[in-house]
C-alpha cells in the first residue's frame, strides 16, 4: 500500500552533485556548526534541483551525513524546525545571489505569460517548442523558475489569453453570423484541411469569402489552424517541467534539472479530463498515515483490525488505582521513538502523533512535488495539548510562574497539531483545526475536500490527533457515566451495539490522509487508494452531550453525503459506524442508519472499529476514515469485536469475528460529536 519508492542515493550521485566546491566554502566564512550545515544543505540542494527543501525531511539522511562530514560537524545538528523563517530567507537570499538567480517579481510574471501567450499561438502542436522557449526565457532574464503550481497558472492563463487574442482576431474580420458558425466549425474540425470540408464548412467558407475587406481564405485558414494549436496545447495537468538551470562559476557551467517528466501526452490529457466530472474536480486518497492503539502505522493497524485484535488495556499508572474506569486504549507505539529528541520536547503528545502519522502519509503518497502554495493541511483535535495544560498548570502550583516553559503556549493550542504538520511540509496554502468534538478529524477532511474543489489547493494533508488519557478527562467522562466500567478482561470493554454496552473506552492516536485533485494525481500517476466523493455535515440542536434519540441530525448527514456524492442509499455498501459503545449514541446511530437504507439495512456491512481502539474523540474520524480507504482498497470489511448480541431494535448487519468481502461501491464513515455535531464521509474505489 505504497503510492511511490523513495529514491536512493548511491556513492556516486553523492560525490556529484552534494562534494561542497572551494566556492562553497567561501561562502561558508564565519559559519559554524548547525548554522554551516544548514547553509550548505541549502546551497547544495538548491543547486541540484532548483527548489529549496521545505524542510528536514525533503532532504536524505545520507546527503545531511555526508555534507557534515565535510563540515566536520555532527549531522544530527540540523533541524530545520528550529529555524525562524527570517533566518532561514536569509541564507536563501545569499544562495540566489551566489548562483547569480533572483526572484520572479509580479511584473516577472505577467510579461511571462504575454510572452507565453505569444509563443504558444505559433507553436504548431508542439509542446515541446514552447517548453524549449520558456526555458530560454528563464536563463536570458536569470529568473528563478516559478514554483510548479505557479508555473501551471502562467500556462493557463497564457493559454486563454492566446485562445482569446486569435478569437477576437478571427472574429473582427466576419460578420456576427460567420463568426459563431466559423467558432463551431473549429471546434469539431480537427485540422482545417480545405480538402475534407462538409456542407457546413462550405456554407461558413461561403460567408468568408463574402465577408468585407477581402477576406483572404487561405489566410483564414491558417489563423483558424493556429487558433486550433492554441486549444489543442492543453497543459492543464502540468505540474513539473524539466527546467535547467545554469550556474556560471568562472569558465564551468553548472546544470541541474527540476523534475523529470514530460509534458502531457494526449494519454495524460484524457486521463486529466476523466478527473473531473459535472464540473466538479475528483478528489482522490493517494497516502495514509496513522498511530494507533493497534500499530504504530497504517499497514501494522490494518492488519491487527482485521485480526480481531484488540488495543484496549489495563491502566498500569498510580492515579488509575482510585478511578472506577481501569482501561484505555493508549497508542502503541509512543511517538518519541519516531523522533528528534529536541523537538520532541517541544511538542505535546497530540502534536507528536500527528507529526509521526503525517510524515508516513506524506512518505506514502510519495512526496509529491507541490507548489507549497498549492498545499494545505487541515488536523483536528478534540481537546488539543491537554497534556501540555494540566502538567503546566502543576509546576505552576509546585514552583510558581518562573517554572512554565516558553513552549507551553504552542504545545497546548488546539491548532498545534495542524500547525506542526503544516510547518513540517511547508504548507502555503492555508493551515487549519476545526474542533467539533469526536468529529473534528471528519470535519477536517469534509473541510479539505472543499478546499480542492474550490481549486485553492492542489493536495491538502489532513486528518486528526489526541492524546488524552489524563486522571482529569478519565474522571470527567465516567462522572457523566459515558465510559465503560468494564476492567476484566480489559478487552471486552468496548462493545459497540451489543445488548451489555455500558460506556466507551478512551484511546488515543492519529489517522492522516492525503488528498490530492484528480488532475495533480493523474499528472504524476501515483496510486489511489480511494474516491471521496461527498460529506455532510449538520447539527442536531438537541442537546450538548446526548444525540437525537431518532437519530435525525446523524441521518440528514449521512443522505447529505450521499447528495453531495451524487449517489443514492441503493449504492452504498458499507458504513465505518462511529459506535462508540454508549447506550443512547449506539441507538440512535442505528435508528439513522435504517431511515437512510431502509429495506436495506440489513443488508449493507457495518463495522465499529472502536470495538478494537477505543475511541480516540476529535483523532476518531482521521483512524476511521483510514480504516474505511482500506476496506474498499482490499474490499473486506473488519470485523466487530464483543458483539455477543446485538441490542433489540438494532437490524443492523454487523460484521463480527472475522472481515467480510465487499463489492465495489459507496463506503460511509460516520462522526458525530458532543455539542450536536454529525459528519459523514462518502468514499468509493477509485
Known sequence: MRCMEPTAFDVDELIEFWTLLDEDRALLAGKRGATAL???????????????????????????????GQLGVDAADLGFYEWSGSTIEYHRAQVRDHLGYRVATVADQERLTVWLSEAVAHAERRPDRVREELLAEFRRLRIEPPTPGRLVRMVRSALRTAEQNWASRIAGRLNPSATARLLGLIAVS???????????????????????????????????????AVRALDLSCIYRWPIDIYVARGSSVRSAEIGADELPSTSRREECAMSQKNGRTDVFVTGLGASTPLGGDVPSSWAALLAGQSGVVTLEAEWAAGMAVKVAAPAIKDPLSALDRVQARRLDRNQQLALVAAREAWSDAGAPEVDPERLAVVVASGVGGIQTTFSQHE??????ARSISPHSIPMLMPNGAAATVGLELGAEAGVHAPTSACASSSEAIALALDLIRAGRADIVVCGGSEAAIHPVTIAGFSAMRAMSTRGDPAEAASRPFDRDRDGFVLGEGAGILVLESGEHAAARRCRRYARLIGAGITSDAHHVTQPDPQGRGAARAMRAALVD?????????????HATSTPLGDRAEAAAIAAVLGARTSEVAVSATKSTTGHLLGAAGGIEAVATVCALHDGIAPPTRNLDAVDDGMELDVVTRVGRKINAGVALSNSFGFGGHNVVLAFEAA
Open 190 to 228: 480537427e485540422d482545417g484541411d480545405l480538402d475534407s470540408v462538409n456542407e457546413e464548412s462550405a456554407s461558413v467558407l461561403a460567408l468568408i469569402k463574402a465577408s468585407p475587406g477581402n477576406v483572404s481564405l487561405e489566410s483564414m485558414m491558417t489563423e483558424i489552424g493556429q487558433l486550433q
Open 565 to 577: 456524492s451524487d449517489r443514492r442509499a441503493g449504492d452504498v455498501v458499507h458504513i465505518n459506524a
Open 395 to 400: 509546576l505552576y502550583v509546585e514552583r510558581g
Open 38 to 68: 544548514g547553509f550548505a544543505v541549502l546551497l547544495k540542494h538548491y543547486s541540484r534541483h532548483g527548489q529549496f527543501p521545505r524542510g528536514r525531511s525533503e532532504v536524505p539522511d545520507d546527503v545531511i551525513v555526508f555534507v557534515a
